[in-house]
């Protein structure tokens, strides 16, 4: 049995402490928002908040994070009004889309930590989140807006 | 660069089972029967409309129907005449549903994988209707094989096909609410505007909302002709719309294949044959059982070439983890089949030796350039060749399945839903029409999800339990049962003329063709495969495409723009190269040669035909806006490329510079030609993506075979570039002419390796003629 708060909430859960976070959310909590892209912390899909740092949950088991809080897609923010989720729509970064859950987290744990990422800072932060779509130039556009929004910055 | 050919190979393949109207022949019935439009009135006092699409089996680019459509057709400007009403069968597959409340809903049953499709054929419609598109909610299309039409969306067809229909059942619709208002307010319907969901009577200042319409303008005649609105008069088309499904998905609330939930159900993992075209011996699956959670053990069948299914076995589970934990337990003994003494390095050594000599396939020949390179001084000779490379959409294959008696469920994200019952019918020994298929947004396609292998495979798995299954595959699944974009060969002879133009050029080239995959009783493979070889507009009086096959047991498929991505590499390469040869400026050489097409086109297209003028247009534009033939600093420099695919125009001008042996991409500037351009915010966003796919096969992507096997089996192995290594500047740019919309989704990926390999050679004076790139060169 590991408990651990997700968005929020406390769960108990009676699974194997092997099974990888990401599956614990997606096939027994039931939070699909988070996705499986690779299984080997080589494409950031997977990745959420733990204690607010980034981490891809397809490599964390959940005896690992037992006791600790997590922040999923579903979790991020009440309403979608996160600066980085009203950049990405501004910008229109979605394409398919399936990545940009582990996007957001990423982009969002950046700005946390950096309320202005120069390039470079978001080659760092983000160069473990793939998308197929290719849609980073989007993405670098949205970071930078998310980085104004949350400074209150208006267009 | 002709029409995609996997309609016709799809239409082959998976003909009606009922010999229905899915089948060839009656495509050019389906033709005539044009626009198809129903509306009613619905529970609750809202009015349906229901549209149905051709489906890009139907394929207007396709030279069978060609006849059939009216020339005007290819011009949009409009006001234009509509076609008459169509007659019975009717198959909607776009749904309007206006409601009392004035909202409206919008669903088309298409494939979502990011092109954006929904968002545009939505607008299309709400553009005629005039809705207010504030207040239109898209759904998620519910298929159904009886209720829904044809739904396969590929090959960038969607646009093409919808555009007129959709807009006839527009204007019909709004038509029939303007009469409903006249009706109402006893004046003349000439008298009413409408705007915004609403209707107006501008003398009285009298306006009326759509949603209190409905019930009335049910009751009126659809109108036999309407006329459309002139572009001038759009409010909707051409403006900034953001993705109808981006609000969703930055919540994480988007509903992909691998995210379908249903009571009771369970997980699968399936270990597959490593080699291609092995089999399952013999398993224990003792093991397997000793991990909690895990239910059944199965064998999974092949079901040989036309679904492709792979021969494996299945762990059923509780989760996804425990499937996989059990899966890992499996003992299996495998009979590796015939195809396990294959390697790249074989096929390697076969396609030197097929495009040394002649090839097997002439495609076709004007003049006679092996008599005039046989006499010619001076012959510029040149080879180029690209590896298998894998889709890896960023949403592993997976699709949820569940089969009671003889009645299947099909849930997943595929691209083809109206083709999936055939096959999964007949895996299962049960009637085509007993199986249902439903979508779900698409984690990626890229044509990989045209392929119905993970489809069938999850029909056979779930025949075994009485609840749904999801078959989840791994990353390695994925990466190491692909459908390969296949290898390519081509090597190029030319001589140039007293001025430095080509005056002979011969082309040989050599693909295990995709075709052969699902059909492997297939000939003339030359004809698609040399797409945008034997059909390229350089203006060369003695020219020949030849072609040789080379069998394989790899599978191979449609991966974004198919053929041009290795044909448009080799002749924008070369033709570079004769440029150099001739001591001329490469974008002024293009411009001087690009003509109509004097040579037999292999796939006739009567309905689109090249034109010379259009891809001289954005070759132009992009050259303008790229700033060409700029002086710019030593070891800097731009590269320029251009092709036709599926019927859009691109051209790519490359800025970079090779500092430390690599290169620095500065800028990367497209223009692209695809007639109207009806969403230009996601148009963009499909030619940035098509730059950055391009870029990352150009770079990174390559996928090697040996004993018969894939050797790379995850994003450590075969590398897909990531955003540190993508362009941080990306300019698009639309010539906008008045043709007839075609798709974006693949045109900015063929010019773009060889506008890379161009720019690196001017920057440096090393060619690269092979892909990915070896840095090493430079
Ligand atoms: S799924 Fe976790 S990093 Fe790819
Ligand atoms: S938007 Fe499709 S993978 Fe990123």
Same mark, same amino acid.
């Given at each position: 049995?590991? %408990?651990?708060?997700? =968005? $929020?909430?406390?769960?108990?859960?009676?699974?194997? $402490?092997?099974?990888?976070?990401?599956?614990?959310?997606?096939?027994?909590?039931?939070?699909?928002?988070?996705?499986?892209?690779?299984?080997?912390?080589?494409?950031?899909?997977?990745?959420?908040?733990?204690?607010?740092?980034?981490?891809?949950?397809?490599?964390?088991?959940?005896?690992?994070? @037992?006791?600790?809080?997590?922040?999923?897609?579903?979790?991020?923010?009440? /309403?979608?009004?996160?600066?980085?989720?009203?950049?990405?729509?501004?910008? =229109?970064?979605?394409?398919?889309?399936?990545?940009?859950?582990?996007?957001?987290?990423?982009?969002? @744990?950046?700005? %946390?930590?950096?309320?202005?990422?120069?390039?470079?800072?978001?080659?760092?932060?983000?160069?473990?989140?793939?998308?197929?779509?290719?849609?980073?130039?989007?993405?670098?556009?949205?970071?930078?807006?998310?980085?104004?929004?949350?400074?209150?910055?208006?267009? | 660069?002709?029409?995609?050919?996997?309609?016709?190979?799809?239409?082959?393949?998976?003909?009606?089972?009922?010999?229905?109207?899915?089948?060839?022949?009656?495509?050019?019935?389906?033709?005539?029967?044009?626009?198809?439009?129903?509306?009613?009135?619905?529970?609750?006092?809202?009015?349906?409309?229901?549209?149905?699409?051709?489906?890009?089996?139907?394929?207007?680019?396709?030279?069978?129907?060609?006849?059939?459509?009216?020339?005007?057709?290819?011009?949009?400007?409009?006001?234009?005449?509509?076609?008459?009403?169509?007659?019975?069968?009717?198959?909607? /597959?776009?749904?309007?549903?206006?409601?009392?409340? =004035?909202?409206?809903?919008?669903?088309?049953?298409?494939?979502?994988?990011?092109?954006?499709?929904?968002?545009?054929?939505?607008?299309?419609?709400?553009?005629?209707?005039?809705?207010?598109?504030?207040?239109?909610?898209?759904?998620?299309?519910?298929?159904?094989?009886?209720?829904?039409?044809?739904?396969?969306?590929? $090959? +960038?067809?969607?646009?093409?096909?919808?555009?007129?229909?959709?807009?006839?059942?527009?204007?019909?619709?709004?038509?029939?609410?303007?009469? @409903?208002?006249?009706?109402?307010?006893?004046?003349?319907?000439?008298?009413?505007?409408?705007?915004? $969901?609403?209707?107006?009577?501008?003398?009285?200042?009298?306006?009326?909302?759509?949603?209190?319409?409905?019930?009335?303008?049910?009751?009126?005649?659809?109108?036999?002709?309407?006329?459309?609105?002139?572009?001038?008069?759009?409010? &909707?088309?051409?403006?900034?719309?953001?993705?109808?499904?981006?609000?969703?998905?930055?919540?994480?609330?988007?509903?992909?294949?691998?995210?379908?939930?249903?009571?009771?159900?369970?997980?699968?993992?399936?270990?597959?044959?490593?080699?291609?075209?092995?089999?399952?011996?013999?398993?224990?699956?003792?093991?397997?059982?000793?991990?909690?959670?895990?239910?059944?053990?199965?064998?999974?069948?092949?079901?040989?070439?036309?679904?492709?299914?792979? +021969?494996?076995?299945?762990?059923?589970?509780?989760?996804?983890?425990?499937?996989?934990?059990?899966?890992?337990?499996?003992?299996?003994?495998?009979?590796?089949?015939?195809?396990?003494?294959?390697?790249?390095?074989?096929?390697?050594?076969?396609? %030197?030796?097929?495009?040394?000599?002649?090839?097997?396939?002439?495609?076709?020949?004007?003049? /006679?350039?092996?008599?005039?390179?046989?006499?010619?001084?001076?012959?510029?000779?040149?080879?180029?060749?690209?590896?298998?490379?894998?889709?890896?959409?960023?949403?592993?294959?997976?699709?949820?399945?569940?089969?009671?008696?003889?009645?299947?469920?099909?849930?997943?994200?595929?691209?083809?839903?109206? !083709?999936?019952?055939?096959?999964?019918?007949?895996?299962?020994?049960?009637?085509?029409?007993?199986?249902?298929?439903?979508?779900?947004?698409?984690?990626?396609?890229?044509?990989?999800?045209?392929?119905?292998?993970?489809?069938?495979?999850?029909?056979?798995?779930?025949?075994?339990?009485?609840?749904?299954?999801?078959?989840?595959?791994?990353?390695?699944?994925?990466?190491?049962?692909?459908?390969?974009?296949?290898?390519?060969?081509?090597?190029?002879?030319?001589?140039?003329?007293?001025?430095?133009?080509?005056?002979?050029?011969?082309?040989?080239?050599?693909?295990?063709?995709?075709?052969?995959?699902?059909?492997? =009783?297939?000939?003339?493979?030359?004809?698609?495969?040399?797409?945008?070889?034997?059909?390229?507009?350089?203006?060369?009086?003695?020219?020949?495409?030849?072609?040789?096959?080379?069998?394989?047991?790899?599978?191979?498929?449609?991966?974004?723009?198919?053929?041009?991505?290795?044909?448009?590499?080799?002749?924008?390469?070369?033709?570079?190269?004769?440029?150099?040869?001739?001591?001329?400026?490469?974008?002024?050489?293009?411009?001087?040669?690009?003509?109509?097409?004097?040579?037999?086109?292999?796939?006739?297209?009567?309905?689109?035909?090249?034109?010379?003028?259009?891809?001289?247009?954005?070759?132009?534009?992009?050259?303008?806006?790229?700033?060409?033939?700029?002086?710019?600093?030593?070891?800097?420099?731009?590269?320029?490329?251009?092709?036709?695919?599926? &019927?859009?125009?691109?051209?790519?001008?490359?800025?970079?510079?090779?500092?430390?042996?690599?290169?620095?991409?500065?800028?990367?500037?497209?223009?692209?030609?695809?007639?109207?351009?009806?969403?230009?915010?996601?148009?963009?966003?499909?030619?940035?993506?098509?730059?950055?796919?391009?870029?990352?096969?150009?770079?990174?992507?390559?996928?090697?075979?040996?004993?018969?096997?894939?050797?790379?089996?995850?994003?450590?192995?075969?590398?897909?570039?990531?955003?540190?290594?993508?362009?941080?500047?990306?300019?698009?740019?639309?010539?906008?002419?008045?043709?007839?919309?075609?798709?974006?989704?693949?045109?900015?990926?063929?010019?773009?390796?060889?506008?890379?390999?161009?720019?690196?050679?001017?920057?440096?004076?090393?060619?690269?003629? +092979? !892909?990915?790139?070896? !840095?090493?060169?430079?």
């Amino acid at each position: 049995m590991y %408990e651990l708060t997700i =968005n $929020g909430k406390k769960h108990k859960l009676d699974v194997d $402490g092997t099974m990888p976070l990401l599956w614990v959310l997606r096939d027994v909590v039931g939070l699909t928002g988070t996705k499986f892209g690779c299984g080997k912390s080589l494409c950031g899909a997977c990745t959420v908040h733990l204690d607010g740092t980034p981490v891809r949950s397809c490599i964390a088991p959940i005896s690992s994070v @037992a006791g600790k809080s997590i922040t999923t897609i579903e979790g991020l923010s009440p /309403n979608g009004d996160h600066p980085v989720q009203k950049a990405w729509l501004e910008e =229109n970064v979605p394409q398919c889309g399936y990545c940009q859950a582990g996007q957001i987290m990423s982009a969002a @744990a950046l700005l %946390e930590q950096n309320k202005n990422p120069s390039d470079s800072d978001i080659d760092l932060a983000m160069s473990g989140n793939m998308c197929r779509c290719g849609t980073y130039y989007r993405i670098r556009k949205a970071i930078k807006r998310a980085a104004e929004l949350g400074r209150g910055g208006t267009r | 660069m002709t029409r995609p050919d996997f309609e016709e190979v799809l239409s082959v393949l998976y003909p009606d089972p009922d010999g229905g109207d899915r089948g060839v022949a009656s495509t050019t019935e389906a033709m005539d029967r044009r626009t198809f439009l129903r509306i009613s009135s619905v529970a609750g006092g809202g009015l349906l409309i229901a549209v149905s699409l051709p489906g890009c089996k139907s394929g207007q680019g396709d030279d069978k129907t060609a006849g059939n459509k009216d020339k005007n057709d290819k011009n949009t400007p409009t006001p234009v005449e509509s076609e008459p009403l169509p007659t019975e069968p009717f198959e909607a /597959n776009a749904f309007v549903e206006i409601k009392p409340d =004035n909202s409206a809903t919008i669903t088309v049953a298409k494939s979502e994988m990011g092109q954006g499709v929904r968002t545009t054929l939505a607008m299309i419609i709400a553009e005629e209707l005039d809705l207010d598109w504030s207040k239109v909610v898209p759904q998620t299309a519910p298929t159904n094989p009886k209720k829904y039409g044809r739904q396969t969306t590929g $090959g +960038s067809a969607s646009v093409r096909t919808g555009w007129k229909p959709l807009r006839e059942a527009g204007a019909r619709a709004r038509a029939m609410l303007v009469a @409903a208002a006249a009706q109402k307010l006893q004046v003349d319907a000439k008298s009413l505007k409408t705007d915004n $969901g609403h209707v107006i009577h501008a003398d009285s200042g009298r306006k009326l909302t759509y949603g209190s319409l409905t019930e009335i303008a049910a009751e009126q005649s659809v109108p036999e002709t309407v006329v459309l609105k002139d572009a001038k008069e759009f409010k &909707l088309l051409g403006k900034e719309h953001i993705g109808i499904d981006a609000a969703d998905i930055v919540q994480g609330k988007a509903t992909y294949g691998i995210d379908i939930r249903m009571p009771n159900m369970l997980f699968a993992s399936i270990e597959r044959t490593p080699v291609f075209g092995g089999k399952v011996k013999s398993f224990k699956a003792d093991a397997a059982f000793t991990v909690a959670g895990v239910k059944k053990v199965v064998e999974v069948p092949a079901t040989g070439p036309m679904a492709n299914v792979h +021969s494996g076995v299945a762990v059923i589970a509780e989760t996804t983890w425990a499937a996989m934990q059990g899966r890992a337990k499996l003992d299996i003994q495998w009979d590796q089949g015939p195809h396990a003494k294959e390697s790249s390095a074989g096929y390697r050594t076969a396609m %030197e030796r097929f495009v040394g000599g002649k090839g097997k396939e002439l495609v076709n020949r004007l003049g /006679n350039p092996d008599k005039v390179l046989a006499k010619a001084k001076g012959v510029v000779r040149a080879r180029y060749d690209v590896p298998f490379i894998a889709h890896s959409t960023m949403e592993p294959m997976n699709c949820t399945a569940e089969v009671k008696g003889d009645r299947c469920l099909i849930r997943g994200p595929i691209q083809t839903p109206d !083709l999936a019952p055939g096959p999964v019918g007949k895996a299962l020994g049960i009637p085509p029409e007993n199986v249902e298929v439903q979508i779900s947004l698409l984690g990626g396609g890229f044509g990989r999800r045209l392929n119905l292998d993970y489809v069938v495979e999850a029909a056979l798995v779930a025949k075994h339990v009485d609840v749904p299954v999801q078959v989840v595959w791994t990353r390695e699944d994925d990466m190491t049962h692909d459908f390969y974009r296949p290898m390519a060969m081509h090597a190029i002879e030319a001589s140039l003329d007293k001025d430095g133009y080509p005056e002979a050029w011969r082309h040989r080239m050599t693909t295990p063709a995709i075709r052969a995959t699902i059909d492997p =009783n297939a000939k003339d493979h030359g004809v698609s495969e040399s797409n945008g070889a034997s059909d390229m507009l350089y203006r060369v009086p003695n020219r020949s495409c030849e072609y040789t096959y080379l069998p394989s047991g790899v599978t191979r498929g449609w991966w974004r723009a198919v053929h041009t991505t290795h044909t448009t590499f080799a002749v924008e390469s070369f033709i570079d190269e004769l440029a150099e040869k001739a001591g001329k400026d490469p974008y002024e050489y293009r411009m001087h040669l690009i003509d109509e097409l004097t040579v037999d086109r292999p796939k006739p297209n009567k309905e689109f035909p090249w034109d010379p003028a259009r891809l001289k247009g954005v070759l132009k534009l992009a050259a303008e806006k790229a700033g060409w033939g700029k002086t710019m600093p030593k070891g800097r420099a731009m590269g320029i490329a251009c092709g036709i695919d599926h &019927l859009s125009y691109a051209a790519v001008v490359i800025e970079l510079s090779t500092a430390s042996g690599k290169p620095l991409i500065h800028r990367v500037v497209c223009a692209a030609d695809c007639g109207p351009v009806l969403n230009p915010n996601g148009g963009r966003a499909q030619l940035e993506g098509g730059l950055v796919q391009g870029l990352s096969a150009a770079l990174k992507e390559k996928i090697t075979i040996v004993g018969g096997r894939v050797q790379q089996n995850n994003f450590d192995s075969y590398s897909i570039l990531r955003i540190n290594e993508a362009p941080t500047v990306i300019e698009t740019h639309f010539a906008n002419t008045d043709a007839h919309p075609t798709g974006l989704g693949e045109p900015s990926v063929p010019p773009t390796a060889p506008a890379l390999a161009n720019a690196i050679y001017r920057a440096t004076g090393k060619r690269p003629r +092979s !892909l990915p790139i070896d !840095l090493a060169i430079l």
